[in-house]
């Protein structure tokens, strides 16, 4: 059985690039028929937040990644840590460690002068127990001192290294905590994972984690090392690139399918597929398509995506979308349209759902003030007339129609011989207070006829204004 896990340590919020880590788990473990396992990787207990767990926890919820097992926390799971620590000490693969600090500093000290790789030397790899307990102290373990270690790499490669390089790590500290490597070894035999997929700044680790594996006998997981993801200018991803949270994406009105899309494609490929829906991600992810060298982060893509999913998916489907962000900027909709033809209107021209929510404001709310830059250049002396005109006619419409309403803007355009945009774009500035919109019958009828009207009335007064201070 096929079984990945995400371990997240909440040290820090849900990033993009843990977000493709869990994505590519997540896909491996469905597209094998296998199982995904989330595992908090909580040890370090000083920046270790209650708020970072929520925020990962969240974020995968949001992503509807869902788990199979967990998630599990590494803090419920010390005893189990220490059992193994004791039946280590006591069969000779681990040993007590009591160098002071000052020890330490001076060992590396003296080997950086010999410019040697500064390492743990061994000191206390021989003692006898019993003649050293003589105050604070850790627990190494035995790294075997010869030969070397293969990590086959389903994404790098075969990579040897000599075990004469790696020295004894510590794997319980002073205050009986076990560290990283120690605990994501226990945890990966204990749950039986099969595949390890994770950043390749976890190399390094990893022949000291498969020397640990042989030492629990049980056999290694199969490792990937994903990439790292750069920034556009090719730093490695950072906050400067945007968003950090992956809540922040929600906040900014992306969907999720379409955060994963763009994150599945950034180091894994599928000839030149660009969209892939979540079932057909689960059809193709497969480890040899995943790339080797690091991608780029490009937002312009994400946006691309974000609306291209926009555009394709129902309406209906994407109603709870706008729903949340209308809710998040304020927006009162008890009188207005329905949000599926704010939907059909707007998808062409925004690329998330907080530019749709903005744009759309004015379907359901009053504003305050037509914008000044746009009054300036559109509601001018010489449309008075023609606006007012206008005016009365739809004021007459009795059924309010995108047909009856373009024929009436028509008509009177005609009536005053200007063309259709001449009239059609104080109009829409009048009743939206902004210059951009969907076109203008759409966007009357979605604003309704009591609505505009009250508006055209107030952009004449505007106009009127304009004449007297002439
Ligand atoms: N907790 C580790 C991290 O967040 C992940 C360890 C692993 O995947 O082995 O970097
Ligand atoms: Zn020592």
Request: aromatic residues 8%.
């Amino acid at each position: 059985m096929i079984r990945t896990r995400f371990a997240p340590s909440p040290t820090g919020v849900l990033h993009l690039g843990s977000v493709r880590t869990a994505l590519f788990c997540w896909l491996y473990a469905k597209h094998s028929g296998g199982q995904f396992i989330l595992r908090i990787e909580d040890t370090d207990k000083e920046r270790s937040t209650k708020d970072n767990v929520n925020a990962i926890l969240e974020g995968m919820n949001w992503l509807g990644m869902d788990c199979d097992e967990g998630p599990i926390y590494q803090t419920d799971r010390f005893n189990r840590y220490h059992e193994v620590a004791d039946d280590w000490l006591k069969s000779k693969k681990a040993y007590r460690c009591y160098c002071s600090k000052d020890e330490l500093d001076a060992m590396r000290e003296k080997q950086r002068e010999k410019g040697e790789k500064t390492r743990y030397n061994g000191n206390c790899r021989n003692l006898k127990y019993d003649e050293s307990e003589k105050g604070d102290f850790v627990l190494r373990f035995k790294n075997p001192l010869s030969g070397q270690v293969l990590v086959s790499d389903q994404v790098r490669g075969d990579v040897i290294f000599e075990n004469h390089e790696l020295d004894d790590l510590v794997i319980v500290r002073t205050d009986g905590s076990p560290t990283y490597n120690f605990a994501v070894v226990i945890d990966d035999a204990d749950m039986a994972i099969s595949h390890v997929i994770r950043g390749d700044d976890h190399l390094n680790n990893t022949p000291r984690q498969m020397n640990m594996f042989e030492a629990l006998g049980v056999r290694a997981p199969v490792y990937s090392h994903l990439p790292m993801i750069l920034g556009d200018d090719g730093a490695k991803l950072s906050k400067r690139h945007g968003a950090v949270d992956i809540r922040d994406y929600r906040e900014q009105g992306f969907i999720p399918e379409a955060v994963l899309n763009y994150l599945v494609r950034l180091g894994w490929s599928y000839g030149d597929q660009e969209i892939f829906s979540i079932e057909e991600m689960t059809k193709l992810f497969d480890l040899p398509g995943i790339n080797q060298s690091a991608s780029a982060f490009s937002g312009d893509k994400l946006l691309w995506l974000n609306q291209e999913y926009m555009m394709n998916a129902s309406a209906e489907s994407l109603v709870p979308h706008l729903e949340y962000h209308m809710n998040l900027i304020g927006i009162d909709r008890s009188e207005g349209p329905d949000l599926t033809e704010i939907i059909e209107a707007y998808r062409e021209r925004a690329e998330t759902f907080i530019q749709m929510a903005e744009a759309c404001r004015y379907c359901y709310e009053e504003f305050d003030e037509i914008d000044p830059k746009a009054t300036k250049k559109h509601l001018r002396p010489v449309i008075l007339e023609p606006i007012e005109a206008l005016y009365l006619r739809l004021q007459l419409l009795e059924e309010w129609s995108q047909e009856m309403i373009i024929t009436s803007v028509n008509e009177v355009a005609s009536n005053f011989d200007i063309n259709m945009g001449k009239l059609g774009q104080p109009l829409r500035v009048a009743v939206t207070g902004v210059s951009a919109s969907p076109p203008i019958d759409i966007t009357l009828c979605l604003i309704g006829k009591e609505r505009t009207l009250k508006r055209l009335e107030r952009a004449i007064e505007v106009i009127k204004k304009r004449i007297e201070l002439s």
